[in-house]
């Protein structure tokens, strides 16, 4: 009886791992060592690691080794192993961050023995992945590019959001604001660099409700009170990551009834958001972003 339950179940494993390669297109299969300790950790590293339709993470107490099984064209192992390490889990190439790690329950505090830290694989993740011919070099050489670039267009839109305000045009600013919300919602977190994944994780919730509260409201004073908050966590990210341009960092100390509010500009020029044509010129650079 006990040998025909055994059977069940592994028959039940089968299928259910054949269900999930017929899932994910351009499937690949690898097997990982995750460490951890508990179902607890399970639960974790399979879900954060899991993406419907793009990669399936299995991962065994026992053993510590996760399977990976993911889209190549979608997704990439150091992009799950990622994931996985940023909820507290170190794995063969990145190592969890200390603070999530000390965060994590008693019992899932496995021994660590990674010496690598993310951010320093991360570096050179894209000059030891193995090319297997000259068209994935280049697919991949486009999306490094790319990821450089995920967040110009946030900024972009962030930066319209600022001149609408200037101009004292709450329809415009809700305009713009409504494409920012769109920019950050199309921002592919798990491609970020390490550095700026960590603060985007931070801020993108916040800097969303932001963008949605001045996108739906067409009042000025309310858009203004509004961008003084988004205007802190934009700083905060534009610290991390590139942008094109030198970027200043402005502060006008008559806003938020005289307690002072910043902003971010491409021009070292003053053009106060917060007052407009009231008061243009008020206010000085803090600040210079390379």
């Known amino acids: ?83 996985i390490a940023l909820s507290g889990y170190d794995s063969e190439k990145f190592l969890a961050p200390d603070d999530v790690y000390n965060n994590l329950h008693g019992c899932c505090q496995y021994e660590r023995v990674a010496k690598v830290a993310v951010k320093e694989e991360n570096k050179t993740m894209a000059s030891t992945e193995d090319h297997s011919n000259n068209s994935n070099h280049s697919e991949t050489t486009s999306s490094v590019i790319q990821n450089e670039n995920q967040l110009k267009a946030v900024f972009d839109n962030y930066f319209i959001v600022k001149d609408a305000l200037i101009a004292s045009d709450g329809i415009k600013t809700a305009v713009a604001a409504k494409e920012l919300l769109t920019a950050i919602n199309n921002v592919k977190m798990e491609k970020l660099e390490m550095d700026v994944h960590m603060v985007w994780m931070k801020v993108v919730n916040t800097i969303k409700d932001d963008a949605k509260y001045i996108a739906d409201s067409k009042e000025v004073k309310q858009q203004r009170n509004q961008f003084i908050r988004l205007s802190k966590d934009m700083y905060t990210l534009i610290q991390v990551s590139k942008y094109e341009t030198p970027v200043y960092y402005q502060f006008c100390p008559m806003a938020n009834d005289g307690k002072g509010a910043n902003w971010l500009s491409k021009e070292n020029a003053i053009k106060n958001p917060y007052y407009g044509s009231m008061m243009l010129s008020c206010g000085k650079t803090l600040e210079t972003i390379k």
Request: proline share 0%.
């Open 1 to 83: 009886m006990k040998l025909v339950s055994k059977t069940l179940v592994a028959i039940t494993v089968l299928l259910s791992f054949t269900v999930c390669n017929a899932q994910i297109k351009n499937s690949v299969t690898e097997t990982v060592k995750v460490s951890g300790n508990c179902g607890m950790c399970k639960t974790t590293i399979e879900k954060v690691g899991s993406l419907k339709n793009t990669a399936k993470v299995d991962w065994d107490a026992d053993t510590q080794m996760a399977t990976l099984t993911y889209d190549s064209k979608k997704t990439n192992q150091d992009a799950i192993l990622k994931r």
